[in-house]
């Protein structure tokens, strides 16, 4: 029987230097997307997925971040006497329960592998979920939910894939594949950002993981890669060679690369346009933008 998955590691370490000098005071993880904060859209998806212990591997300079998820009592007994209910239980809705989250400190840049790593104390023998708050995915049903109920089928090891353009794949770790199942694929090996010319498929790991603890006894091992860090694919490729199964799993919805300024743009659009409050204003303003846009051609 496959072991529920209740325990997400959210690596949170790096600096954020694409968006400076805005990242300069403020964490990248807690600016906002619309009118929440990218971490907050991460913590919804584990949540409906299941997860109940939230692992943060946080560096210097993210107090900003842990304070968010604190209880803010003033701010709460503000709203109360003055009614504004809905309010209220928007803030209440970022907080969370006594010992459900959890922070380590990443010391060294030495990439994602080395972040995970860095909290194998509190995975101990469980199987565990890794989501990378710069990759917001939109989908009907959320991304991680999606990937739980696939691997309760197989157990093993799943990462999170999407087809990606041959000019793309220098980007992101690529599968290779065994078998094609439709939204599963079975693999034979993972490369860590190749030339377009040595991908093995274009289908791109995309930041939702499951795994197995047993990667983090490969982490152990693994030496420097690609870049000069400790990659994550690397310790995944090993559980394949080790027997142990790995799929990549096609996930309904669409994902946006927050980590970049134009996904960033992208995302706040798209998920302003998927608001009823907010799509009738918005639309007409980029009605107008791009009209104006034509007619200066």
Known sequence: MTRRVTKAIFPVAGMGTRFLPATKSVPKEIMTLVDRPLIQYAIDEARAAGIKEFIFVTSRGKGALEDYFDHAPQLEQ???????????????????ESGAIAYIRQHKALGLGHAVWCARRLIGDEPFAVILPDDVIAGEKPCLQQMVEAYEETGG????????????????GMLDIEADMGAM??????????????????????????????????????????????QLTDAIAAEIKNGNGVYGYRFQGQRFDCGSKS????????????????????????????????AAE
Request: glycine share 8%.
């Open 263 to 294: 996904g960033f743009l992208q995302a706040t659009v798209a998920f302003g346009l998927a608001r009823d409050d907010l799509r009738e204003d918005l639309f007409a303003y980029l009605h107008d933008v791009v009209n104006m846009g034509k």
């Open 157 to 172: 090891n799943m990462v999170a894939a999407m087809e990606v353009p041959a000019e793309k794949t220098s980007s992101y």
């Open 78 to 96: 503000l709203l109360r006497q003055k009614g504004k209910t809905d309010l209220l239980n928007t803030l209440e809705s970022t907080n969370m």
């Open 185 to 230: 694929v079975r693999t034979k090996g993972m490369v860590e950002k190749p030339k377009a010319e040595d991908a093995p498929s274009n289908l791109a790991v995309i930041g939702r993981y499951i795994l197995s603890p047993s990667v983090l006894e490969n982490l152990n091992n693994i030496e420097q890669g690609a870049g000069g860090e400790i």
